[in-house]
């Protein structure tokens, strides 16, 4: 089955810096890829997604790429605000939704 | 305002009870799941209904056990065969979108065995 690591599992910045978060993914037929954040004590929100016939997606300060060949893809913000401290998730699916796996989580502290 | 609403927030169970956790959504999405969460972790899928009166086991089931009778509603009992049921719960529905079938989630039910 589909497995998905996820690094790193805390991560730090200054306010204003730019934060990457990676996912690996075992399987090939993998195709649809969501971002979601969770503050503390809530449910995660989605915040972007792709597919697998789409190599980058922005949505303002935020981006996602995705690399098929080595099954990784990457969340980038950039110009951090503290707002955005909280566990970020990344998620592998088949069928474009189909039996999510979830990536452990990584802890984003933005410190001002 | 549409979306997933869970309930009760927190929840305290005596070892040896059931519970149920109420899960409603009223954005008229056909699939609805649950997930747990422990503490520092990932999610995990214990069930999910893809359409009414259906459902399937996901990769944690046992100790759980849920219903499908409304589109609307998908509860989930937390048996006391479930050895370690403190956690957080959380209930999510999911659409077909335009680039795949989305998730949404609700904001999550605590749950502490006392």
């Known amino acids: 089955g589909e497995n998905v690591e996820q690094h790193p599992s805390t991560l730090s910045v200054q306010e204003g810096d730019s934060a990457v978060i990676k996912c690996t993914y075992s399987?090939?037929?993998?195709?649809?890829f969501p971002w979601y954040k969770q503050e503390l004590g809530k449910g995660p929100q989605l915040i972007i997604d792709?597919?697998?016939?789409?190599g980058e997606k922005k949505d303002q300060r935020i981006a996602v790429t995705l690399n098929k060949t080595a099954k990784h893809f990457s969340l980038h913000i950039t110009e951090t605000q503290p707002e955005d401290s909280a566990v970020y998730f990344c998620?592998?699916?088949?069928?474009?939704?189909?039996?999510?796996?979830f990536g452990p989580g990584t802890r984003l502290s933005v410190l001002p | 305002d549409g979306g997933i609403t869970q309930s009760p927030k927190y929840l305290f169970r005596k070892e040896g009870q059931n519970v149920t956790l109420s899960c409603e959504q009223n954005l008229n999405h056909d699939a609805m799941y649950w997930y747990r969460q422990d503490p520092g972790q990932g999610l995990r899928l214990i069930y999910y209904s893809q359409i009414v009166n259906d459902f399937q086991k996901g990769d944690i089931a046992e100790g759980y056990s849920v219903s499908r009778e409304k589109k609307e509603s998908f509860p989930l009992t937390v048996t006391s065969a479930q050895k370690n049921p403190t956690a957080f719960y959380l209930c999510a529905s999911s659409r077909q979108t335009d680039i795949g079938n989305t998730i949404y989630f609700g904001e999550g039910s605590w749950l502490t065995v006392v």
């Open positions: 399987d090939s037929a993998s195709n649809y």
């Open positions: 792709i597919r697998s016939n789409v």
């Open positions: 998620a592998a699916s088949r069928n474009y939704g189909q039996n999510f796996v």
